[in-house]
Structures are given as structure tokens and as C-alpha cells.
């Protein structure tokens, strides 16, 4: 095993009291990740239902759209195993009243592309709305993406957006932000993405990319990502205040993480004040971390694990500031399988920061406050 290094040296005691950038910057709160349940009212859609029905659990809808019509602030749409259409959601909900699409069984409803040709395959327009749980892929080669996340406040958790055949062109498989960038603060939460795009891992698409944020305020935490075409984890346009924690980042076809902002959307100061911690990032063809865009940025890059990737190094404009990075090998059960926990002896087992860190691990299990590096708190049994 590769002996571990770590970077700039900064103590994990000082991170735990709240001192991650010298402190010049104030702490992050933790990140609740805990599920979240309403007491508001129940609609239902399954695949033997029609959509000239009330949504009841008596009487269910057939398409997520006819159930999104009847929503208000409040409703959880509870969705049964089975195949459903690409679907735009309109309807909002409200901070204290979110709107819930639940899958009831994990990955067991799915939304599948038979057709058609561009979009998205799960459109969220409306704001503070959650989707969750559900498989999100295409049946045939289409230039689609996966979920959009077009509403501010809209949260997809605990997705599986997989095996999207398509060129290299913009986007990815889950992707923050509307035409105009007037979209904010969006979470990705729990999600495995994977095998996004056709075409090598070779560097040579910048365009498509496994989670894309595009604009400000987004958080990316206890994802995995793994064979997007180009970055893992990108952002770009009005992207600014990230908070990207705890995500197991593989084999992508570009960076692991970047931090960028630009071109349409894009502002003068740049992707800044981004706080990226605790992921691991391994096998990807090239830099660790990089950041893209205009120079005067100031982010923080703290307890990441960097290995075998084209660069193992935050490539970074200068003032930004980097601590506790660890470049070994994470020592995941099984690579090839793409199982990511890692194993007893792992250096990221309770090597990470609390700062910012999710209270929940991809599985929903609990971290406490010793924190493991990447989506898993703990190893295998």
C-alpha cells in the first residue's frame, strides 16, 4: 500500500474547533442530510393506474405529470415500482411545505427514456421540491440528461441516473440550473451516477459531465460518481458558493472536481467561496481538483483523498487555500463492482472533518462526529 502523504499539514484538531482556512473564514455548519417526512397530504401513481383518477391511494394516477397537477405545498406523491415516462414538474411547494416525489421502494420506480430525443428525462421547474429514490436512465441513444433541477430549493436524493448513451455534448446526469441562471441553492444529495456519455475516458469531452452545477449555492454531498464522460463533479456558468462534502468521485473522463464559472451566467468574481471536503477522488483521467474561470477566487479544499488520478493535485488560481489533503489508495471492497465502502484498515475511515460534513452517509446510516472520507461511513460488515 502506497505510504500516505498529506499536504499543507493542517492538524485535524484544529479542524474539528472550527480553524480550516487559518481561520480567515467563518465555520460551516453541518449538513443535515437526515430524510425528511411531511404530514401533508398523500397522492399515489402506479403503473395500473389512469390519470382520469383522483391520485388516491384508492384510486392512483398513472403518470407522475398528472399527480405534479394536483400537488400543492405539503403532498408527498408516493410512487409505486414499475416504468414511467419522462415527466416536467411544475407545481411548488414552499420552504416549510416542500413538494415530495418518493419512489416507495428504492430504485424500484422507473423513469425511462423511450424516445425522445433532447431534455432532460426528469424535468423539476417548480421550486422546493423533492425527488427521491428513483432510477432514472434511457432505453435507447438520445442526446438527454438525466434530472434537471430548473427550481430553486428542488432537491434530488438518493437517485440512481445511470447508462445515459450520448454524445459529448452539455450537460450531464443530474444538472442545477435553469436557462437563465436565476436558479439557487439546489441539493444533490445521495445520488449514484454513473457510466454518463459514450465515447473514451480520455480527456477529450469537456462538455458532459456526471453532477453539473451551473449555478450558485448548490450542495453536492454523499454522491458517487463514477464513468461520466468528462468532469465527475463540474461546475460552470453562475456557479459560486458551492458546498461539495463527501462524495466518492471514479473513472471519469476529465477532472474529478472542478470549480469553475463562466461564459453565459458567468460573473466577474468568479466560482468563490466554495467549500469542497471529505471527498475521495480516484482514477480519473485528469487533475484531482482543478478551478476554471476567472483567477481572483478564494475557496476551500480540505481532508480530500486523491489517488491514481491523471494529476493527483488541486490545481488551483492562488488564492484558495488546501488542508489535510491524503493522496493513498482508499481501499474500497470491490473497485470493479463498484463497490465504494471502504475496508477496515482504510485510511479515510474517520480521517475526514466535521466541518460541513453530512450528518447521514449515502446509505443513510449515521456519521457521528468521526468523520470517513467519501459517501460511506463505514466499512463493510
Not at 450528518?359 to 457521528?368: H, K, L, V
Request: charged fraction near 15%; aromatic fraction near 6%.
Amino acid at each position: 500500500m502506497p505510504v500516505a502523504t498529506f499536504v499543507l499539514g493542517l492538524a485535524f484538531p484544529a479542524l474539528a474547533a472550527g480553524c480550516w482556512t487559518g481561520c480567515l473564514d467563518p465555520p460551516v455548519e453541518r449538513l443535515d442530510t437526515s430524510p425528511r417526512t411531511l404530514s401533508g397530504p398523500q397522492l399515489y401513481v402506479a403503473p395500473d393506474g389512469h390519470d382520469g383518477r383522483d391520485c388516491s391511494s384508492a384510486a392512483p394516477c398513472r403518470q407522475l405529470e398528472r399527480a405534479d397537477a394536483l400537488a400543492g405545498p405539503g403532498t408527498t406523491i408516493n410512487v409505486a415500482p414499475g416504468t414511467y415516462s419522462p415527466a416536467i414538474l411544475r407545481s411548488s411547494g414552499t420552504g416549510s411545505a416542500p413538494i415530495r416525489f418518493v419512489s416507495t421502494e428504492r430504485w424500484a420506480a422507473a423513469i425511462r427514456n423511450a424516445g425522445m430525443p433532447r431534455g432532460a428525462i426528469l424535468t423539476v421547474e417548480g421550486h422546493h421540491v423533492d425527488v427521491e429514490g428513483f432510477e432514472v436512465t434511457s432505453d435507447v441513444p438520445a442526446d438527454v440528461d438525466g434530472i434537471a433541477l430548473a427550481g430553486s430549493h428542488s432537491r434530488a436524493v438518493g437517485n440512481l441516473v445511470h447508462d445515459l448513451a450520448r454524445p459529448c455534448r452539455h450537460s450531464g446526469g443530474i444538472v442545477a440550473g435553469d436557462a437563465a441562471y436565476a436558479t439557487h441553492d439546489v441539493e444533490i444529495i445521495g445520488n449514484f451516477v454513473h457510466d454518463i456519455g459514450e465515447g473514451p475516458r480520455n480527456g477529450s469531452c469537456s462538455l458532459l459531465h456526471g453532477i453539473y452545477a451551473a449555478v450558485p449555492g448548490v450542495i453536492i454531498a454523499n454522491n458517487i460518481v463514477a464513468r461520466a464522460l468528462g468532469d465527475g463533479i463540474t461546475s460552470w456558468h453562475a456557479a459560486t458558493r458551492l458546498k461539495i462534502v463527501n462524495n466518492t468521485i471514479v473513472a471519469n473522463g476529465q477532472d474529478g472536481i472542478l470549480l469553475g464559472n463562466g461564459d453565459a451566467g458567468g460573473t466577474g468574481t468568479g466560482n468563490t467561496g466554495s467549500y469542497v471536503a471529505n471527498n475521495i477522488i480516484v482514477h480519473n483521467h485528469g487533475d484531482a481538483i482543478s478551478e476554471g474561470g476567472p483567477r481572483a477566487v478564494s475557496n476551500t479544499v480540505v481532508a480530500n483523498t486523491f489517488y491514481a488520478n491523471g494529476r493527483d493535485i488541486f490545481d488551483q488560481w492562488g488564492g484558495s487555500a488546501e488542508a489535510s489533503t491524503l493522496i493513498d489508495d482508499p481501499a474500497f471492497d470491490d473497485l470493479a463492482a463498484d463497490d465504494f465502502r471502504p475496508m477496515p484498515w482504510s485510511p479515510v475511515l474517520g480521517s475526514g472533518t466535521a466541518i460541513g460534513a453530512p450528518t447521514t452517509d449515502f446509505p443513510g446510516a449515521r456519521r457521528g462526529t468521526s468523520i470517513t472520507r467519501g459517501a460511506f461511513q463505514k466499512p463493510p460488515r
